[in-house]
């Protein structure tokens, strides 16, 4: 009987390997792109032509001499591996020596380049196995030019299999913009054809730790025509908060720029990236820690927008997973899990009098500023700043909630406390409250609503029942919630359900059945602190005393995310004084005698 099993034609397994490694334009401009990232370019120049399969990446790195252009299409050939030693100490993004070669088994390369020490450089066609088919000597800039043509001619049925030239184009610009965040003091440029497709301004500044700040503020600026996507439209600078946190370690670091929750979220978790040293991958476990950090801080149903680039010692990643690279064995993931979720929940503990301008204020700021007449007077350069506030805060955050609503609580330390002070509240549901800056109007029962949250959060506690509560018609779903959450209930006849512990703030109340009914039908833990937190918070129309005022806003600026409530509902809105200034005027310099 002859043998069925057969070694596969030398050229089918190199076209299958090529096949893996460039699968799409998109793959064409994220491997040349990282090559010219490795060569230490500043500016990367990347031209597409897609209705013709023709794609052209251009960089001002160091070049190849004449000599390397002859290896550089040979199937694993590289600088970047010197020993087997190396492979367990990756620093550059691309390692393998399979790029090139690919592109030269699925369409036809050229590649042309220069030292900068070298008077010419030299230009090569390579045939379809890497080697030089053509060479000759060319005027050229320092740098490197790579041109791909007749992408997958030769391997129709993938060209079939692609999806259409917009969904490529989507593609493409995802992947600049992953290389762009991750590498801010390289400039950018993408044209159609010979039609810029970028903003002229999308330009890294090396100087700069802000650099996913300035990336989502030029994405969100991009119009219709251009390669720059859509999806954050919504997103201003200052909705984004960036911070740098080294750790113990080594070479160890991680950037953080994430969405402020009280003004940007997605319908979609697709703005939650992680990109370690220098690439965008997929780490799930990571990703997920992200989510549970913003967990409570947003809208239902909405997810964060969030950059987390993690700066590791080579020795501590295992590229070898994928061979896109989007995907690695990364160790001690459980801590970096820790520290990621740990940096996300101390960049959204500000206190409330460094929170700056909520989108609520701005859009009243600019409505204020649309209400201004073009005046004929002189104005001064700057609006004079509303006083410092006085030290009566202090003087009333050692007074209580009135009627009982804060029984048990205490009042945060004198120290955290900023320089918001009650003066009013309105409509017997907002807290008008002086601030340096402006004034501020919160939402007493969501204010209260954190406040407790936070604090069940870290004390939740029982207490016991006598009598019993009887509850009935329970599914077993809803005995399974009341159970989870820690209280004591058993069956006490037909369909009838004896509860004999209930949640402190509970424990007084005369809607306590109602409020196990709502806690019975959440879906964990935190459902349940939530809804506590709700029921017992101060309700909309209960008057409130100054004192009481001013201790619910003492103790909602003492929590650890003051923007949003837990269901993602924003607490304040806040006007500022220099918007006040323009509408009354006072910029106007009309003369002593008028008393401005």
Not at 137 to 160: E, K, M, N, Y
Not at 195 to 214: C, L, V
Not at 448 to 470: C, S, T
Request: charged share 20%; aromatic share 6%.
């Amino acid at each position: 009987m002859t043998a069925q099993i057969q070694a596969l034609p030398e050229d089918w397994v190199q076209r299958m390997a090529a096949g893996e490694v460039i699968d799409s334009p998109a793959a064409v401009v994220r491997e040349l792109a990282e090559n010219a990232l490795d060569a230490g370019a500043t500016r990367i120049v990347i031209t597409l032509w897609l209705d013709q399969w023709r794609i052209q990446v251009a960089d001002n790195g160091a070049g190849m001499t004449r000599e390397d252009l002859q290896q550089a299409a040979l199937s694993h050939c590289t600088s970047k591996l010197q020993s087997s030693d190396d492979l367990w100490n990756v620093r550059s993004l691309g390692f393998r020596g399979e790029a090139l070669h690919s592109l030269a088994q699925l369409a036809e390369l050229e590649i042309g380049s220069r030292p900068p020490a070298d008077a010419a450089g030299c230009w090569v066609v390579f045939d379809r196995q890497g080697q030089p088919a053509e060479m000759e000597a060319v005027a050229i800039a320092p740098g490197t030019i790579v041109r791909v043509s007749q992408l997958f001619g030769d391997w129709l049925p993938r060209r079939q299999s692609l999806p259409s030239p917009a969904q490529q184009l989507r593609a493409i610009q995802q992947g600049i913009q992953h290389l762009a965040l991750c590498h801010p003091g390289v400039t950018w440029q993408v044209y159609q054809g010979d039609a810029q497709a970028t903003d002229p301004r999308a330009t890294g500044r090396p100087e700069s730790r802000t650099e996913a700040r300035e990336w989502f503020s030029i994405w969100g600026a991009a119009t219709a025509a251009d390669i720059l996507p859509q999806v954050l439209s919504t997103v201003a600078p200052q909705d984004l908060y960036h911070t740098h946190v080294p750790l113990a370690a080594p070479e160890t670091a991680l950037h953080l720029t994430l969405g402020l929750p009280d003004r940007c979220h997605r319908y979609r978790p697709d703005w939650v990236k992680v990109a370690v040293n220098g690439r965008v991958v997929r780490l799930p476990e990571l990703e997920q820690a992200i989510l549970q950090a913003f967990r409570q801080t947003l809208p239902r149903d909405r997810h964060p927008i969030c950059f987390a680039h993690l700066h590791l010692p080579p020795q501590h990643i295992d590229w070898n997973r994928h061979p896109a690279k989007v995907e690695l064995y990364l160790k001690a993931l459980d801590d970096w899990r820790s520290h990621l979720q740990t940096a996300i929940q101390t960049a959204l503990h500000q206190s409330p009098a460094d929170l700056g301008q909520t989108l609520y204020g701005g859009r009243m700021g600019q409505l204020l500023r649309s209400a201004e007449a073009p005046g004929a007077y002189e104005r001064r350069l700057s609006p004079p700043s509303m006083a410092e506030a006085t030290g009566e805060a202090g003087a009333a955050a050692s007074d209580g909630l009135t009627d009982g609503l804060t029984d048990g609580l205490t009042d945060p330390p004198m120290e955290a406390l900023t320089a918001l002070r009650a003066i009013a509240q309105l409509h017997q549901m907002y807290i008008v409250a002086e601030h340096p800056t402006g004034i501020w109007l919160v939402e007493q029962h969501i204010a209260h609503e954190r406040v407790l949250y936070e604090q069940l959060r870290d004390r939740w506690q029982l207490l016991p029942l006598d009598p019993p509560l009887i509850l009935s018609q329970l599914s077993p779903a809803q005995v399974a919630q009341l159970q989870r959450i820690g209280l004591d209930i058993a069956p006490f006849g037909d369909d009838l359900w004896a509860v004999r512990t209930l949640p402190a703030p509970l424990h007084e109340r005369e809607d306590a059945a109602a409020a196990l009914l709502e806690l019975s039908q959440g879906g964990d833990f935190e459902s349940a602190l939530v809804a506590t937190a709700c029921r017992t918070a101060i309700r909309n129309g209960t008057p409130l005393s100054l004192p009481a005022m001013q201790t619910l806003l003492n103790q909602w600026q003492a929590t650890q995310s003051p923007r949003t409530c837990p269901h993602g509902r924003p607490i304040a809105l806040q006007l500022q004084e220099t918007s006040l200034s323009r509408f009354f005027r006072r910029h106007w310099v009309i003369g002593k005698s008028h008393g401005i």
